[in-house]
């Protein structure tokens, strides 16, 4: 097991937030004051203006009274289970009524969990330890499976998914978009010369350049294959994408990374790049970008085609 997992299994509550939404002032203040000791609390009791709360929050679990007159709980987590940034946290339901009818409505809109009140804080801890824990190992290793493990940017299965995501006809974005495909130039001679540990510190480094240049935060970097990347430079134009191509050639080029079997005697990357004014799907411009990156190679390397 790794270390990560068993830190989450053996810690008691790691610090975690939890969200609670009661409208009745003396059951929330208990909540707050018995929970406080081990979680980060935050205490909402207006139903209404739960969501927007929630968004900012960003809680690790949400604790829900079932009767509250604005809003009740039921129809509030429906709420939370279509809201992209909160489906998938777990949902734990306060009642006064523990009768058959009413467990089923709470597990049928996608609770977790069910607590009779009065509420009983011993067991209460130990239910919300185990969902938080489970919520904290979820995260992680949703964060794993979409990364690369040598590189740390965004992997093969992550990009296969936006595209799948991106190229539906009515996602297609209408915005101006740029991607770039980037391959390392004579990466076989050098693993060949410097060995493949070296090799695999400078996969390393150049996907560190990559990120480190297209920084605004809709921007994504994947490693597309061993020594190739893609870039995706959502709402940016050909002036844009020949100003990222520069800075990236000039941040590989200051690193002075040595490769001696190379022409230029250092490592550098051959990139094709291509600028798509909407509507587009990204899998052609990948195809695209692809023969501009075989056109640079043929053309001596260490250089973007457009
Ligand atoms: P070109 O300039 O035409 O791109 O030549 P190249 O040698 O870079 O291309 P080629 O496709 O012939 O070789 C790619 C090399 O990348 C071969 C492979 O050993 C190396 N490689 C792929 N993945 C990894 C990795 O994870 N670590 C290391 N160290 N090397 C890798
Ligand atoms: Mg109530
Ligand atoms: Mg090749
Ligand atoms: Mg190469
Ligand atoms: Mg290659």
Redesign the pocket.
């Known amino acids: 097991m790794s270390s990560f997992l068993k830190h989450v299994l053996n810690t008691p509550n790691s610090g975690a937030k939890i969200f609670i939404v009661e409208d009745d002032e003396i059951t929330l203040q208990m909540l707050l004051h018995n929970l406080g000791k081990d979680y980060h609390v935050i205490g909402c009791n207006n139903p209404l203006d739960a969501i927007r709360q929630m968004k900012e929050a960003q809680p690790d679990l949400i604790m829900l009274d079932m009767e509250m007159p604005s809003l009740s709980g039921l129809e509030l987590c429906k709420q939370i289970k279509t809201t992209p940034q909160l489906e998938t946290l777990p949902v734990v339901f306060l009642t006064g009524h523990d009768d058959k009818e009413t467990q089923l409505k709470c597990w049928e809109v996608g609770c977790v969990d069910f607590v009779p009140k009065p509420i009983v804080f011993e067991t209460l801890n130990y239910r919300l330890q185990t969902h938080i824990k489970l919520k904290l190992i979820t995260d992680r290793l949703s964060t794993l499976a979409m990364l690369d493990g040598?590189t740390n940017v965004y992997n093969r299965r992550y990009l296969e998914n936006y595209l799948k995501e991106h190229d539906v006809q009515e996602k297609r974005d209408y915005q101006v978009f740029t991607l770039m495909m980037l391959?390392?130039?004579?990466?076989?001679?050098y693993?060949d010369r410097y060995g493949?540990q070296q090799?695999?510190e400078c996969?390393r480094s150049v996907a560190q350049v990559l990120s480190k240049t297209a920084a605004r935060n809709t921007d994504f970097v994947a490693r597309y294959g061993?020594?190739e990347f893609i870039l995706m430079l959502p709402a940016t134009d050909d002036k844009g994408a020949k100003l990222v191509s520069m800075n990236i050639h000039q941040a590989l080029a200051k690193r002075k990374h040595e490769h001696a079997d190379s022409e230029v005697g250092r490592v550098t990357l051959?990139v094709g790049c291509v600028t798509a004014v909407a509507p587009h799907a990204i899998t052609p411009m990948i195809e695209e970008a692809d023969k501009l990156l075989y056109e640079a190679?043929q053309a001596g390397?260490n250089q973007t085609r457009f």
């Open positions: 040598l391959d390392i130039d004579y990466f076989k001679r693993n493949h090799g695999d996969l061993g020594e051959s190679k390397r």
